[in-house]
């Protein structure tokens, strides 16, 4: 049933009566009509059904067109039991067959215009609901149940297309006119179908236009047995209201035979009485109707009370000025801060939601202040102030954390504490690191809250359980992982190293203005050994970490370096450390860099880039590969390597040289689990790489000489991004650190290790060398580099390490001094 058209205005005068008529035939007997689809699918389908009029079995009605006969005799035997219904039951329809189709290619919302009707498929009628229905669809596209159903001759066809945003004379689904209208206009009325949402908040839109629309779904009416009439006919009636709350389930409701005055106060009573006119039901008043309905309204709502997130997303405007209007109004403040409090939930689920666009359009369009008047109201911003505060002022909490302060880290909190708190790491575990897959966006979620959690342990809790912890959580990641834990693993790294007191963490002795200890009393470490890294454990750690990762593909590479390089960046505009000495310190910290780039020279491209290349073929094979002479699973020391029963194939493909995948290679994996020190080493540097522990009971426990968690070392070339991001690191270390603790470490440095640092201060000079205007200028128009004479960049290569160290060195002694050239190299 419609209610009659409003007069729609046209060019500010009202429409002529004709019209009126026309639009109310229109809305009557639409034909055109306007969908939206919040959330598009491939398997959202366009379903036709076809009626007809009430003629009998729709096995029957429907055999006649199931046949390819020409035959006139049964074409005008149809013709005249059509024409026959129609004057009978020419009112009445009956289900007759269905079709569907796709309406979507994919879920970005691209419509399949090229799609086509199936096969029109007679109407079951035993499965006429639209529970029935949606099992058909869900074997739509399996061919084998389809071609079960029987089918009518026939083919149906539609043209779907986008709407555009001046689409003309249309309705919306309140029958409202959402263009001029025009007498004189020839096209259509199209009309607004109404979409139901579903109930979640991040597909629900906040109301801003009103509606108050109840829509009725008859589901069946049950009148196989009844006698009270003839002809199916009856009223049924239903409050639409009940305890203030519109009823929108399924409801079971009599049929009445007749509908005397005053039925709607009809009213049963106990024992079999009753308030009001006597009605006649049919089969005594048993429930022969059932209906449900839907609302859609933004005057009644149905759970409210409960909060639920879509709900309260959809009467935010309404909420939020309710809320601070009481806010305003409050004598008590018990009151205003209970207010706030929920003002709070709704703006923290909305965040939650990814919502912040309802927030801020509130703010501007929807948000109405109370008319201030100073005897009576406050200020929106008053209260919230005074709340916020009663709810953040120091209270229990901030007193208990008061006389934890008071106490010894080790005293704060008791042992049973320190179980739960390590338990519910151990149980984050697993669920991080092996159901990352299964649920990528929580596991991440995961992984980032619990670094937080561990940052924020380091205020209250004894640093040495929240290193525990952290060392634990590390273990669980090792050599080979996919890259998806590897970016867990550097995004909790980041996360805990960006800790405000990062520094003070990582150093044993007294730290502060006037109280830096004199270089010269300082055990520098310049590689990453076992008491290196208890005395400074996250960075030792995370040194460690990049080490590793340095032996992954690129991707993880990039990721390792990036958290180091922004780590470095950091300090050095940290305000709080901006004097020389201070720079320096920190700088300590990150001296076994120097090693971790010496053991990975070898994968800086120095022949494209250094003007004094290292050839790997100079290197001598009695240097590379001499015998150990101790246990030959023992890591080796430099100039030891592999036992002669490791396969030659092997080696090279260490080296680089040969395939590692041919026929004659051993098992790696063997190799490196014989045992849980034994280690592989790289051929161009004669350092021993050290094995991960594979019991992975402690993320630190490395041999001193290495810092790698791989046993194959990777000889491919980083590329420029890479060798950049890891010179710029060594740059900031080489330029923060002292005069004493640069002379300290060339003293303790063997020849081969200054031969490396030397060829890596000539990588930097050409990597960051000022190339002039017209180069970049040239870069960055894509015309690439001006060509440049190579044998100027290069001297002759030497034949050995010694004798390219003895050059080296020869170079270095040329300089008046070497503070001299200190203050060259750091400049």
């Not at 209260?383 to 009663?390: F, I, Q, R």
């Not at 670094?451 to 525990?468: L, P, S, Y």
């Not at 203005?513 to 009393?521: A, E, M, N, P």
């Not at 300082?522 to 890294?533: G, K, N």
Request: aromatic share 10%; net charge positive; proline share 6%.
């Amino acid at each position: 049933m419609l209610a009659p058209a409003s007069p729609v205005l046209m060019n500010g005068g009202q429409s002529p009566p004709a019209f009126q008529d026309a639009l109310q035939a229109a809305m009557q007997y639409p034909k055109q009509g306007i969908f939206s689809v919040t959330c598009p699918h491939p398997d959202i389908f366009l379903v036709a059904r076809i009626e007809k009029v009430l003629q009998g079995s729709i096995t029957h009605c429907a055999e006649p067109y199931m046949k390819s006969s020409d035959s006139s005799k049964v074409a005008q035997k149809v013709l005249k039991n059509a024409k026959q219904a129609c004057q009978r039951l020419g009112q009445y329809r009956m289900p007759f067959a269905w079709a569907a189709r796709t309406l979507f290619k994919d879920t970005s919302g691209n419509l399949d215009k090229n799609a086509r009707f199936s096969a029109i498929y007679r109407q079951d009628s035993n499965k006429l609901s639209n529970e029935d229905m949606l099992k058909l669809l869900a074997d739509f596209r399996k061919p084998e149940k389809m071609a079960k159903l029987p089918v009518i001759l026939g083919n149906l066809d539609i043209t779907i297309d986008n709407v555009s945003c001046d689409f003309p004379n249309y309705l919306n689904s309140s029958y409202i006119p959402m263009r001029q209208f025009e007498t004189c206009s020839k096209s259509p009325i199209t009309f607004e179908v109404e979409e139901f949402v579903p109930c979640i908040p991040k597909h629900t839109q906040p109301y801003t236009v009103y509606s108050n629309h109840l829509y009725v779904y008859p589901k069946y009416l049950r009148y196989d047995s009844q006698k009270s009439f003839a002809k199916a006919i009856g009223f049924s009636w239903l409050p639409l209201l009940k305890d203030g709350r519109v009823l929108t389930n399924e409801q079971h409701i009599p049929v009445s035979a007749n509908l005397p005055s005053g039925y709607l106060g009809y009213q049963e009573l106990s024992m079999g009485r009753h308030y009001g006119p006597e009605v006649k039901w049919v089969e005594g008043g048993k429930p022969l109707l059932k209906i449900s309905t839907h609302l859609v309204s933004t005057v009644y709502t149905q759970s409210l009370h409960a909060m639920e997130g879509h709900v309260m997303i959809a009467f935010l405007p309404t909420i939020l000025n309710q809320l601070f209007r009481v806010l305003t109004r409050a004598t008590q403040e018990e009151v205003a801060v209970n207010v706030t409090r929920v003002i709070i939930h709704v703006v923290a689920q909305c965040h939650e939601e990814g919502l912040e666009s309802h927030l801020r359009s509130y703010v501007k369009f929807a948000y109405k202040a109370e008319p201030y008047i100073a005897s009576e109201y406050k200020t929106v911003h008053e209260e919230l102030t005074k709340s916020m505060t009663t709810i953040l002022k120091p209270s229990a909490d901030f007193l208990t954390s008061n006389k934890l302060l008071k106490l010894l880290r080790n005293q704060r909190f008791p042992a049973s504490y320190h179980h739960a708190v390590e338990t519910v790491v151990n149980m984050l575990m697993p669920h991080i690191t092996q159901k990352f897959r299964d649920n990528p966006e929580a596991s991440k979620n995961a992984n980032h809250s619990l670094a937080v959690f561990i940052k924020r342990c380091f205020t209250f809790m004894d640093r040495g359980f929240v290193f525990k912890q952290i060392n634990n959580y590390i273990s669980c990641f090792a050599p080979g992982d996919p890259k998806t834990l590897f970016e867990y693993k550097f995004e909790f790294l980041r996360v805990v190293c960006n800790h405000e007191h990062y520094i003070p963490l990582n150093l044993p002795m007294p730290f502060g203005k006037g109280r830096i200890q004199r270089y010269q009393d300082l055990q520098l470490d310049y590689s990453l050994t076992d008491e290196f890294c208890r005395n400074h454990f996250l960075v030792g750690l995370l040194l460690r970490e990049v080490g590793t990762a340095l032996q992954e593909f690129r991707e993880v590479r990039v990721i390792a370096v990036s958290v180091l390089k922004n780590l470095l960046i950091k300090h050095s505009f940290d305000d709080r450390y901006t004097s020389r000495s201070h720079q320096a310190r920190i700088a300590t910290l990150y001296l076994p860099l120097f090693g971790l780039l010496i053991e990975n020279v070898q994968r800086i491209n120095v022949r494209d880039v250094s003007p004094f290349p290292v050839n790997p073929g100079s290197i001598s094979k009695d240097e590379a590969l001499a015998v150990p002479t101790g246990n030959p699973l023992m890591t080796p020391q430099k100039g030891n390597t592999l036992d002669h029963s490791l396969h030659k194939d092997l080696l090279g493909a260490i080296s680089g040289i040969a395939s590692p995948y041919t026929a004659s290679t051993p098992n790696i994996n063997s190799v490196r689990n014989a045992d849980s020190r034994g280690s592989l080493i790289s051929t161009d540097s004669g350092n021993s790489l050290p094995d991960r522990n594979p019991e992975k009971s402690n993320s630190l426990d490395k041999q001193q000489s290495g810092m790698l968690g791989n046993s194959v070392v990777r000889c491919d070339k980083l590329d420029q991004s890479e060798i950049k991001s890891l010179l710029m690191c060594f740059l900031y270390v080489l330029k923060s650190m002292s005069d004493d603790a640069l002379f300290t470490y060339w003293n303790k440095a063997s020849t081969a290790e200054l031969m490396d640092f030397f060829t890596i201060s000539e990588v930097c000079l050409h990597q960051f060398q000022y190339m002039g205007k017209r180069y970049i200028a040239r870069s960055q128009e894509g015309l690439g580099p001006i060509g440049h004479d190579r044998k100027s960049q290069t001297l002759p290569v030497s034949r050995n390490r010694a004798g390219m160290a003895h050059a080296r060195l020869q170079q270095l002694g040329s300089l008046d001094n070497s503070v001299t050239f200190n203050h060259i190299m750091l400049c």
